[in-house]
C-alpha cells in the first residue's frame, strides 16, 4: 500500500499510509462527494456498516500491487457529486 513508482523515472517513490489516510479523510469531508457508508447484510451479521475510509483502506492493503495514487485518482473521479 505504500510504494509507487515514479512516471519521470523507473525510480520506486514511497508514498506513506498516513497521507493515503489523510486523502480518504479528506474525501469524506467533501461534500462534493458521494462517500456514503456501505450496509451489508449476511446471515452472520446483519446491519453491518462499513465506512468509506475502512472500505478503501481495506481494499489498499489487501491488493499491495495496485498503485494508490492511481486508484485514489479514480476514486475522486467516480464518487464525484456531478450536478
Do not use: C, W
Request: net charge negative; no cysteine.
Amino acid at each position: 500500500m505504500s510504494v509507487r513508482q515514479s512516471q519521470s523515472s523507473n525510480k520506486v517513490v514511497f508514498i506513506d499510509e498516513t497521507e493515503i489516510e489523510a486523502i480518504l479523510h479528506d474525501m469524506e469531508l467533501d461534500q462534493t462527494m458521494n462517500t456514503k457508508p456501505l450496509y451489508v447484510k449476511s446471515e452472520e451479521s446483519p446491519d453491518v456498516t462499513i465506512s468509506f475510509y475502512k472500505r478503501h483502506t481495506d481494499y489498499l492493503k489487501g491488493h499491495p500491487k495496485v498503485n494508490p495514487e492511481h486508484y485514489l485518482s479514480n476514486l475522486r473521479t467516480m464518487i464525484k457529486i456531478r450536478v
